[in-house]
């Protein structure tokens, strides 16, 4: 199934690796840079899932999902943490708060691993009735 992923991640390198790699296997992908940049890229927009940095300059990927998590509108998008710091103290702690889905450390994933963990928790999108039909069952 086909899913729209927002990827956040500071290093070019892995950004674009990653979102080639899931445009090849199917998704749309929009990525960004930093965390304001993700902010104002999703907007009222709200994809299947979201892979975010762990670290990044300004603001950092717990910092952004704090953000998202305040709002209903994205309190279920699941999130994937990638981070080149698996050992940063607080880092289990602050996924475990937020409702991180995994952790990968950029360092020893594989693409095809990640592939796997983000497929397995894509859903199917329910279509939403058409402007003025609520669904109800017109009485007798």
Do not use: C
Request: glycine share 6%; proline share 8%.
């Amino acid at each position: 199934m086909k899913a729209e992923i927002v990827l956040i991640d500071d290093d070019p390198d892995s950004r674009d690796a990653l979102s080639r790699f899931l445009t090849k296997s199917g998704h749309s992908v929009r990525s960004a840079a930093d965390g304001n940049e993700a902010l104002h890229l999703l907007g009222s927009s709200v994809p299947d899932l979201i892979v975010l940095d762990y670290r990044m300059p300004d603001m950092d990927g717990m910092t952004v999902l704090g953000v998202l998590r305040s709002y209903l509108r994205w309190f279920h998008v699941p999130v994937i943490v990638l981070t080149a710091y698996p050992d940063e103290p607080r880092l289990r702690q602050q996924a475990a708060e937020f409702g991180v889905a995994r952790i990968f450390v950029k360092a020893t994933f594989k693409f095809d691993e990640l592939l796997q963990f983000i497929e397995a928790r894509i859903r199917p999108r329910v279509p939403l009735p058409p402007r003025g039909d609520l669904g109800i069952a017109p009485s007798i």
